[in-house]
Each structure stands twice: as structure tokens, then as C-alpha cells.
């Protein structure tokens, strides 16, 4: 088995463990600063989800990502729809916003990583422009 074929069957396990890991971290991190959990879970664990598939995929990070937050995001849909403020006990998506906006901001830092990471030319090409 190569480090790519296991790389590969890691994938799925990567963001689990990301997500459990930064979820307890971002809900401590609220307690401590005694904030609602909620958003700051959420943020973190999206974050953490995101980032562990860009960087255990082998090739195709950003893809792994997007999917990875794409799914995410539908799960976190499914827990956070029914949240409430626990200021006024009115319903709100905020918590779901904030832990979608976690998601994509860790997914833009991916894309100008991934995009921004610009090839050198080769020998051959410099040696053609001082040719000229």
C-alpha cells in the first residue's frame, strides 16, 4: 500500500476526527471566554473539518474541501436549524450562519493557498526570452 492509497482512505476519517477535536476546542475556548457555545463551537469545528481535508488529501485538496464543506454544511443545517437565543428564547440560524462563515473563510484561505502557490518557470523559458 503506497502513502497515497492510504492518504486516500484516511480522507474520510480526517474531518471526524477534526470536527470532534475542534469542537471540544472551540467550546472550551467559549466557556472560558464565557460566550454563547454554539457559534464559536461551530466556527471552530467547520474550520477544523475544512483544513483537515485540504491537508490529508493527496491531490485535488481543494475539491476535497469543497465537498467536505458541503457536506458539513448540510449537517450543520440539520442541528443548528432549531437553535435559540438564549438572551431572548426567539429561534435564530446565527449560530449556523457563524459556523458556515467558518467554513468558508477556511475554505478561501485553501483557494488562495492552492491558487496562489504559482510555478516556476522552466531553465528552457528563461533561456528563450534572453535569446530574444
Known amino acids: 500500500m503506497t502513502l497515497t492509497s492510504i492518504r486516500w482512505l484516511l480522507l474520510p476519517l480526517a474531518p471526524i476526527v477534526a470536527f470532534a477535536f475542534g469542537g471540544l ?5 467559549a466557556i472560558a ?5 454554539y457559534p464559536l463551537t461551530g466556527f471552530c469545528a467547520a474550520s477544523a473539518v475544512v483544513s483537515a481535508a485540504y491537508i490529508v488529501a493527496p491531490e485535488r485538496k481543494l475539491f476535497a474541501a469543497s465537498i467536505s464543506y458541503a457536506i458539513g454544511g448540510a449537517l ?3 442541528a443548528l436549524r432549531d437553535c435559540y437565543d438564549p438572551r431572548t428564547y426567539e429561534p435564530t440560524l446565527m449560530p449556523l450562519w457563524v459556523t458556515l462563515s467558518g467554513g468558508a ?17 522552466s531553465n528552457t523559458s528563461l533561456e528563450r526570452t534572453r535569446d530574444r
Open 33 to 37: 471566554l464565557g460566550f454563547w457555545t
Open 76 to 78: 450543520a443545517y440539520l
Open 25 to 29: 476546542l472551540g467550546e472550551r475556548l
Open 105 to 121: 473563510v477556511t475554505l478561501a484561505i485553501g483557494a488562495i493557498h492552492s491558487f496562489g502557490k504559482g510555478r516556476p518557470p
